[in-house]
């Protein structure tokens, strides 16, 4: 019974649509409307400004991170379910939100979170990663691509050096979920038509 409740509750969680949220409550605007038409952090820049973005970057991270700190409340105690898994299950509410028609974002930022809040050095180390790329690139895909990639090697050096399974089999899963929801983005890098940030 607690294992089903603390498994729903990552995934609304998750599910919360803070860019479809935020704009149409502060800025009166669909995001879905514009743009890529995705409910992203990414798009919440392009239309909504850096305010908007950076507020819905910081609400996007913390769903995951929440999902992860779940088993920490004494109501779940009891469960048996590894921290982990909530944070998979949040990541897909964050793609799949039963608050916006199942039409979420990309998984970067929620993604994020989970290792916020799993191992907080992997997360600075992909923050840094980040930050450093896109400033290079301007291309937010594939700099959540390429941070995504050292996040996998660094889950399988993790492994062998600390044992810990868990970490990299969600690593791989985020990794995979990421180059799949990004495929268009891909398309558009090798044609040269993939936009870059002018807020950086």
Known sequence: MLNGLIILCAYLIGSIPSGLWIGKIFYKTDIREHG?????ATNTFRILGKKAGLVVTVMDVLKGTAAVLLVMLPVFADVTIH???LGLVAVIGHMFPIFASFRGGKAVATSAGVLLGYSWPLFILLFI????TLKLTKIVSLTSMIAALVALIYSIIYFF????????ILVAFLFTFIIYRHRANISRIKNGTEPKVKWL
Do not use: E
């Open 36 to 40: 890529s038409g995705n409910l992203g």
């Open 83 to 85: 921290s982990l898994i």
């Open 129 to 132: 990663t980040f930050i450093v």
């Open 161 to 168: 050096v600390t044992g810990d399974f868990a970490l990299g």
